[in-house]
T-cell receptor
Framework: DTEVTQTPKHLVMGMTNKKSLKCEQHMGHRAMYWYKQKAKKPPELMFVYSYEKLSINESVPSRFSPECPNSSLLNLHLHALQPEDSALYLC??????????????FGQGTRLTVV | QQQVKQSPQSLIVQKGGISIINCAYENTAFDYFPWYQQFPGKGPALLIAIRPDVSEKKEGRFTISFNKSAKQFSLHIMDSQPGDSATYFCAASGEGGTASKLTFGTGTRLQVTL
C-alpha cells in the first residue's frame, strides 16, 4: 500500500470559518509534509514533521496550524483564511533512512476555495 | 542557491517520439533528484529518481541522465504516448535525514499528439 489519503477532496470555506484538512498513511513513514500548490505552479513546502515533531515551518502564516496526532495522521487546521489561500493542498510522506533522502509519496490533494 | 531551473515550460511531441525535459541546479548539497508526473486535479506521482553516484537510470520508457559536473539532469520519455500528457516536475533535495525538503522545478506541460 503506497497510498496517502487526503480528506476532503474539495472544500469551500468562508473567511471566518474554521476547518481542518486530514491526511493519513499506513506505510510506516515517519516524515510527513504539507505542500501548497497554486494553479500552474510547483508545490511549495509549508511544514515538515519528523517522528511526529514539527521540524520545518517555511514561515507559514499562523492562520495555518499543523498537527501530527500520531505517526499515521497529519492535520492542517485552517482559520481566518484569505481568498489568496485558495489552492491545492498536498500531503506527502516518506521514510527516514539515516542521512539519505527517500521517495516522497503524495496524496491527491484537497482543493480549497476561500470565499 | 536553492533554485532548480526547468525547461522547456511546455512541450508538444508526436506519438512515438522522444520527450526531453531538462533541469539545472545550483546547490551542490543536493543529493537526490526525483521526477514527478502530475495530471490535472491530482497529486504528483513519483516517476523515477536518481542519486549523484550514477550518471543514468532507466525504468521502462523513462530515463534520467545526470551530469554532476554541469549540475544538470534530464528526463527522457521514449516512445511517448498520449497518456503521458501531463505536467512534469523535476525536484532536488539534500542534507537528508529527518527533513527531506524537496525543491521543485517550475514544471513542464507535455502534450503528446496522435
Amino acid at each position: 500500500d503506497t497510498e496517502v489519503t487526503q480528506t476532503p477532496k474539495h472544500l469551500v470555506m468562508g473567511m471566518t470559518n474554521k476547518k481542518s484538512l486530514k491526511c493519513e498513511q499506513h506505510m510506516g513513514h515517519r516524515a510527513m509534509y504539507w505542500y501548497k500548490q497554486k494553479a500552474k505552479k510547483p508545490p511549495e513546502l509549508m511544514f515538515v514533521y519528523s517522528y511526529e515533531k514539527l521540524s520545518i515551518n517555511e514561515s507559514v502564516p499562523s492562520r495555518f496550524s499543523p498537527e501530527c496526532p500520531n505517526s499515521s495522521l497529519l492535520n492542517l487546521h485552517l482559520h481566518a483564511l484569505q481568498p489568496e489561500d485558495s489552492a491545492l493542498y498536498l500531503c506527502a510522506s516518506s521514510t527516514i533512512v539515516g542521512h539519505q533522502n527517500t521517495e516522497a509519496f503524495f496524496g491527491q490533494g484537497t482543493r480549497l476555495t476561500v470565499v | 542557491q536553492q533554485q532548480v531551473k526547468q525547461s522547456p515550460q511546455s512541450l508538444i511531441v508526436q506519438k512515438g517520439g522522444i520527450s526531453i525535459i531538462n533541469c539545472a541546479y545550483e546547490n551542490t548539497a543536493f543529493d537526490y533528484f526525483p521526477w514527478y508526473q502530475q495530471f490535472p486535479g491530482k497529486g504528483p506521482a513519483l516517476l523515477i529518481a536518481i542519486r549523484p553516484d550514477v550518471s543514468e537510470k532507466k525504468e521502462g520508457r523513462f530515463t534520467i541522465s545526470f551530469n554532476k559536473s554541469a549540475k544538470q539532469f534530464s528526463l527522457h520519455i521514449m516512445d511517448s504516448q498520449p497518456g503521458d500528457s501531463a505536467t512534469y516536475f523535476c525536484a532536488a533535495s539534500g542534507e537528508g535525514g529527518t527533513a527531506s525538503k524537496l525543491t521543485f522545478g517550475t514544471g513542464t506541460r507535455l502534450q503528446v499528439t496522435l
